[in-house]
C-alpha cells in the first residue's frame, strides 16, 4: 500500500474537497462541512497514510459510466444514445472495477441534479455531499487512473438539461397519499430522507435500516451508501467511527444469517 499524501495535497491546493478513504468508505465526518485546508490533510494523512482520496462533488458532477449486475451496460447506453455531441471532451477516469467517469464542472446558470439510474448503467454523481475516489487510489489492488490530460470542463446546457428530465405534473402531494397501512420497505425509504431519527434511537435505527437492506439482497456498497445518506438527513447524524462500527457489525451478521440458512 502507498501513502497517497502528496496526491491529497495537489488535489486540495487545486481547489479540490479532498476526503480519505477506506476503499469506498469515508474516514472522516464531512456532510455539509467546509472543505480540508492542505494542513488538515496533512493531519488526516498522518492518522491514515494508507487512505484512498476522493473529491466532493461540489464544483463538478461525475457520469458515472458501468456494467451493473442487471446487466444494465452503461458503455452501450452512452453509445446508443440519441445525442453524443451533449458528452463534450473533458477529464475522464478508469475505475478499478474497469468503469469510466466523466467529470465536468458544473454550471453557473443551471443547477444539476443527482440521478442515478439516468440511463441503464449510467449514474449521475452531482450532490454536494457525494463523492467520487480518484486516482491513484485503488481498490482489491486495482487502480483507479486518469485517461487524459484533460482539463474539467464545463457541462453543456443540453446536458444538463437532458439529466434532470424537468418534468411538468398538474398533482399535488395530496393527490398520492395512500390511505392503507405502511410496508416496512416504505419505511426503508422514507428513512433516506427523513434520517434516523431523535438522539436517543439513532444506532438502532441505523442498525435495522441496514439490516433491512441486506435482507432485501441490496448490495453491500449500495447500502452503504444510502445508509450514509439517511444519516447526513438525521439532524445530530452519527460519527464516522459509530457509523461504520454499525455497518461492519450489520454485515457480518448478515453474513452469518446466510451461513445458517444454507
Known amino acids: 500500500m502507498r501513502n497517497l499524501v502528496n ?4 488535489y486540495a491546493e ?3 474537497s479532498v476526503l480519505p478513504m477506506a476503499g469506498k468508505r469515508p ?3 464531512f456532510a455539509d462541512q467546509p472543505p ?3 494542513e488538515q490533510v496533512k493531519q488526516v494523512w498522518e492518522k491514515y497514510p494508507y487512505a484512498n482520496i476522493a473529491l466532493r462533488t461540489i464544483k463538478f458532477f461525475v457520469v458515472d459510466i458501468d456494467v451493473h449486475e442487471n446487466e444494465a451496460n452503461g458503455f452501450d447506453s452512452i453509445k446508443q444514445y440519441e445525442h453524443p455531441e451533449y458528452f463534450r471532451k473533458t477529464l475522464e477516469q478508469k475505475t478499478a472495477g474497469g468503469g469510466r467517469q466523466l467529470l465536468y464542472l458544473k454550471r453557473d446558470d ?4 443527482q440521478n442515478i439510474g439516468w440511463l441503464p448503467g449510467v449514474d449521475i454523481k452531482a450532490h454536494p455531499n457525494n463523492y467520487v475516489v480518484v486516482a491513484p487510489s485503488s481498490n482489491h489492488g486495482k487502480l483507479y487512473e486518469w485517461l487524459n490530460k484533460r482539463p474539467i470542463v464545463t457541462a453543456s446546457p443540453e446536458l444538463v438539461k437532458a439529466i434532470n428530465q424537468e418534468k411538468i405534473t398538474n398533482y399535488t402531494p395530496e393527490d398520492l397519499k395512500f390511505s392503507g397501512g405502511k410496508t416496512t420497505t416504505t419505511h426503508l425509504f422514507e428513512q433516506i430522507t427523513q434520517g434516523l431519527g431523535e438522539t436517543g434511537g ?3 435505527a441505523l442498525a435495522a435500516f441496514i439490516g433491512g437492506l441486506l435482507f432485501r ?3 453491500a456498497e449500495i447500502v452503504y451508501q444510502l445508509a450514509m445518506m439517511a444519516n447526513q438527513n438525521t439532524p445530530k447524524s452519527l460519527s464516522t467511527n459509530e457509523f461504520n462500527r454499525t455497518f461492519d457489525s450489520m454485515v457480518k451478521k448478515e453474513i452469518k444469517r446466510r451461513e445458517d440458512s444454507d
Do not use: E, H, P, S
Not at 443551471?110 to 441534479?113: F, P, R, S, V, Y
Open 202 to 204: 439513532r444506532n438502532n
Open 7 to 10: 496526491y491529497a495535497i495537489k
Open 217 to 219: 439482497n441490496v448490495d
Open 27 to 29: 474516514l472522516i465526518k
Open 14 to 16: 487545486f481547489g479540490f
Open 36 to 38: 480540508l485546508t492542505v
Open 110 to 113: 443551471m443547477t444539476i441534479q
